[in-house]
């Protein structure tokens, strides 16, 4: 066996492959999508009035000519960078969680408790209380509605230092419909995904006349929702890898809006044929590998075996560790839980990994891997 790099071109093409630190987007060339649309283009002028209402110009710099729409950096006392800001205004944060009416007007004292707030491109600041858009999955907003709600899984650190993420939802009112609306639309500015729900009325009453609010604001757009293929080995990790991906993946891709079909592998080598025959069109943001070491490897020689490599290399793969050993997702992107796996999906990005071929010299069959080849006795010492 011979482990040198091969001299057939087309496998010299296929040196790297792109593994997907977490995808929910691909390239023009391969999708033909945009994966951030304009949100509301008929309402810019106004837009632009609201957030001139409420942003912060430094007049220093006005006074020197400079444009004060230049996006500056925003350090706060709480955290080191939080980036240039996008919006700020007043926001009434519902600790209960609930609603008690459709239109949620904020009453003389919920005006009175309201805390300023203030979206920048990292992070959302209410009060003292500091939430990274990293840990934000989606928002949901009910059309003409005062509030919004925000679906986030922030990281929490145990008594023994180590850290785990829970969902939480941040539910919160606007003093005015116009700023409820901008809230939202600066949230999809910064790619996350916008779940717009029918007004609270309408759910109540079907047969209730429309509210002429609902015809006053263009609809909200967000970004188109990901399709994706999730191959998944029901046997991986001592059979505990289906309620793995069930509970603690799945809802975090449904949230985010991710149109998924699941297919579960029944015998070895299954993994390898669906990728290296499933269409690409179908499921044009890519394959999520749900298992350990071993499904990931059948994957990448299922794509890299097909006649349109060239294609295949582009298309994402995300990994929801879920097997005894889950050395490949550790060594690449430094996560080796499902959770913050499937985050990082979700948020998209690409990391590129190196794929080793090696060429059977009797049979001129090409094995392609990522981390080690084996050959001949392995025992069963890991390293720690």
Same mark, same amino acid.
């Given at each position: ?91 009434? +944060?519902?600790?209960? %969680?609930?609603?008690?009416? !459709?239109?949620? $007007?904020? =009453? #003389?004292?919920?005006? *009175? /408790? &309201? ?71 600066? +949230?999809?500015?910064? %790619?996350?995904?916008?779940? !717009?729900?029918? $007004?609270? =009325? #309408?759910?109540?009453? *079907? /047969? &209730? ?80 590998? !749900? ?94």
């Amino acid at each position: 066996m011979d482990g040198t790099e091969l001299e057939n071109p087309t496998s010299r093409n296929s040196s790297q492959k792109s593994s997907r630190r977490s995808s929910s987007r691909r390239s023009q060339k391969s999708a033909g999508q945009q994966s951030s649309p304009t949100v509301f283009p008929e309402k810019k002028g106004k837009s632009r009035t609201l957030r001139q209402k409420h942003a912060a110009v430094d007049t220093k710099d006005a006074r020197k000519g400079k444009n004060p729409e230049r996006r500056t950096d925003v350090v706060d006392e709480m955290s080191n960078f939080v980036g240039f800001e996008v919006y700020a205004g007043k926001l009434f +944060f519902d600790r209960k %969680n609930k609603s008690k009416g !459709v239109d949620d $007007h904020l =009453s #003389a004292n919920r005006k *009175a /408790d &309201a805390t300023d707030a203030r979206l920048t491109s990292k992070v959302l600041i209410w009060g003292s209380t500091v939430l990274s858009l990293e840990d934000v999955i989606s928002v949901s907003y009910s059309s003409g509605a005062q509030h919004f709600t925000l679906h986030a899984y922030p990281a929490k650190s145990s008594l023994f230092g180590k850290t785990h993420r829970v969902r939480k939802d941040f539910r919160f009112i606007a003093s005015a419909l116009d700023e409820a609306i901008l809230w939202v639309q600066c +949230f999809a500015e910064q %790619n996350i995904y916008i779940n !717009v729900l029918p $007004h609270p =009325s #309408a759910e109540q009453d *079907a /047969d &209730a006349p429309l509210d002429g609010v609902l015809f006053d604001y263009p609809p909200i757009k967000s970004r188109t929702p990901p399709r994706i293929l999730v191959i998944l080995n029901p046997r991986s990790g001592h059979g505990r890898s289906s309620k793995v991906f069930h509970d603690k993946a799945e809802p975090i891709f449904k949230l985010a809006g991710f149109q998924m079909e699941v297919v579960k592998t029944t015998h070895a080598g299954h993994a390898k044929s669906l990728a290296s025959t499933f269409d690409f069109y179908a499921f044009p943001d890519g394959i999520v590998c !749900v298992g350990g070491d071993g499904i990931v490897n059948e994957v990448f020689n299922g794509l890299l075996s097909r006649s349109d490599r060239t294609e295949a290399v582009s298309i994402p793969v995300g990994i929801i560790p879920a097997g005894s050993d889950n050395s490949l997702i550790w060594t690449v992107l430094g996560v080796k839980d499902p959770v913050s796996a499937s985050l990082l999906i979700v948020k998209g990005g690409f990391t590129t990994l190196d794929i080793l071929a090696v060429e059977w010299l009797q049979s001129g069959l090409i094995h392609f891997g990522t981390t080690v080849s084996y050959y001949g006795f392995v025992s069963d010492g890991k390293f720690k």
